[in-house]
């Protein structure tokens, strides 16, 4: 009889350690996922245009009234834990897990109205065509587009 309680402790005990194990193994996937970095790509229209990331919950906007309050502006930044991606093309860049609003340099304006928002999952690759436009007047040193130039090649008979 004491052989039959023994196993069945036996039995109980295995079952119990691999449980736990397997407990620990999920838990230790879950870490890894939140720290694997999604990657970020972006493709422009201006080359050199300095972007960075300010995350989902750092982002702010101030309005601010002009003339009677008939004139509003709007002005967005970051108060912290912004991510520099450098100039334009962005090269792929990774960025941790999470929600993040891009953003663009003042003077510029992309395509749409409202801030670009851009959802970062583990392990997983954002490409974006940006198209912005200069919203001040055109000046040629800011014109840092890709233009081209023509040129012609010419060639005489022997």
């Known amino acids: 009889m004491g ?7 036996l039995a109980l005990l295995c079952i119990m350690v691999l449980w736990a194990f397997q407990g620990l193994a999920e838990e230790k996937t879950e870490n890894q ?4 970095p999604g990657t970020i790509e972006i493709e422009c229209n201006i080359s ?3 972007l960075r ?3 989902h919950e750092k982002f702010q906007k101030k309005e601010k009234s002009v003339l009677f309050g008939l004139i509003k502006s709007e002005k967005r930044f970051c108060s912290g834990g912004e991510i520099s991606l450098g100039a334009t093309p962005v090269k792929p860049t990774p960025v941790p897990p999470g929600k993040y609003l ?14 670009i928002e851009i959802d970062v999952e583990t392990g997983k690759r954002n490409y974006f065509l940006l198209k912005v436009f200069s ?3 055109h000046r040629s040193e800011d014109d840092n587009g890709a233009g081209g130039g023509g040129g012609s090649a010419g060639g005489g008979r022997p």
Request: overall charge neutral; hydrophobic content about 35%.
């Open 102 to 115: 891009l953003m663009i340099p003042q003077g510029y304006r992309w395509e749409h109205d409202g801030p």
């Open 3 to 9: 052989s039959v309680k023994l196993k069945g402790a």
């Open 135 to 137: 919203s001040s007047a």
């Open 33 to 36: 996922d939140k720290m694997t």
């Open 53 to 55: 990331l300010c995350p």
């Open 48 to 50: 050199l245009l300095e």
